[in-house]
């Protein structure tokens, strides 16, 4: 049936699988599917997740302590493989009800702390390290703003653009034009920004930028939608390009984005150590 012949229901039901590349793993309802007891490493901080943008956010925060000398920012990250359906497993639900990747769980106090949503993630390790967000004032203000202007605006990038581009069973105009206006008006607010500050937020990185370029540093060098970059000419942002390059750059990052990450040249389906990382940059 022609997209243009669809008419709505008074009341919307389920009926399955509906195409696409995610079909398998979506449904209407919440909670746990199966009985399941997540792993626990030797190290207070316990990461359960997957090499997505979303992923990449708490990864890259956390190889970034550690580069920045917190050897307390050690850490196991666990694969939560969503294409199998693990973010269901009771363990992960009792953590993050919204059965969605990254959840942290804090083991280094009395009561383990579990913490769900990436941006809250990088809140909690911000203040529990005193590291890559400023403790008040206006610099703390604009780097909360950029912070929840990913969490906003990303859904657009991904949900939105990523889906009726790359993942879509048909290929919808009127979709991937209404969503291409959008990704292209976002990555030329980034631009306007980056033109004026040399990070996201100011002078100094911030978790702004953590939670920012994954998505869109992502999206600029090519990385996160095939044909996306070109489709978009993402080269054509000469201020965002400069600081997605140079954040390409850190050791942290380069480290952080390959942590779960099941694809690829890089490898890295669960971290216990630094040396699991070196591992794999080094072969």
């Known amino acids: 049936?022609?997209?243009?012949?669809?008419?709505?229901p008074k009341v919307w039901t389920w009926e399955g699988e509906n195409g696409g590349q995610f079909a398998s793993i979506n449904r209407p309802v919440a909670g746990p599917t199966r009985d399941t007891i997540l792993p626990v490493g030797e190290h207070p901080l316990q990461l359960y997740s997957l090499g997505t943008p979303n992923g990449q956010k708490v990864t890259i925060m956390l190889e970034e302590l550690l580069a920045a000398g917190h050897k307390q920012a050690e850490y196991d990250a666990w694969l939560i493989n969503i294409m199998e359906g693990d973010q269901f497993g009771s363990g992960f639900v009792d953590i993050n009800p919204n059965s969605k990747i990254p959840a942290l769980v804090d083991r280094s106090g009395g009561e383990p702390v579990p913490v769900f949503e990436s941006g809250a993630i990088l809140m909690y390790l911000a203040e529990k390290f005193g590291a890559f967000l400023p403790a008040s004032g206006a610099a703390r203000a604009r780097t909360l703003s950029w912070l929840m202007w990913q969490m906003g605006s990303a859904p657009f990038l991904g949900g939105g653009f990523g889906h009726f581009f790359s993942y879509a069973p048909t290929k919808i105009e009127y979709a991937i034009n209404r969503y291409a206006m959008e990704a292209k008006r976002?990555?030329?607010?980034?631009?306007?920004?980056?033109?004026?500050?040399?990070?996201?937020?100011?002078?100094?990185?911030?978790?702004?930028?953590?939670?920012?370029?994954?998505?869109?540093?992502?999206?600029?060098?090519g990385r996160t939608y095939e044909g996306a970059a070109e489709f978009l000419a993402t080269h054509e942002y000469e201020h965002l390009m400069r600081w997605a390059r140079q954040l390409d750059a850190r050791e942290g990052v380069s480290r952080g984005r390959i942590v779960n990450v099941t694809r690829g040249d890089h490898q890295l389906r669960e971290r216990h150590s630094a040396a699991d990382i070196d591992a794999v940059l080094n072969a």
Do not use: K
């Not at 049936?1 to 709505?8: K, Q, S």
């Not at 911030?206 to 939670?211: C, E, K, V």
């Open 186 to 221: 976002q990555l030329d607010v980034l631009n306007r920004r980056l033109a004026e500050s040399e990070y996201v937020a100011g002078p100094e990185i911030s978790i702004a930028d953590f939670a920012i370029w994954p998505w869109y540093g992502g999206m600029a060098l």
């Open 1 to 8: 049936m022609a997209d243009t012949d669809y008419t709505p």
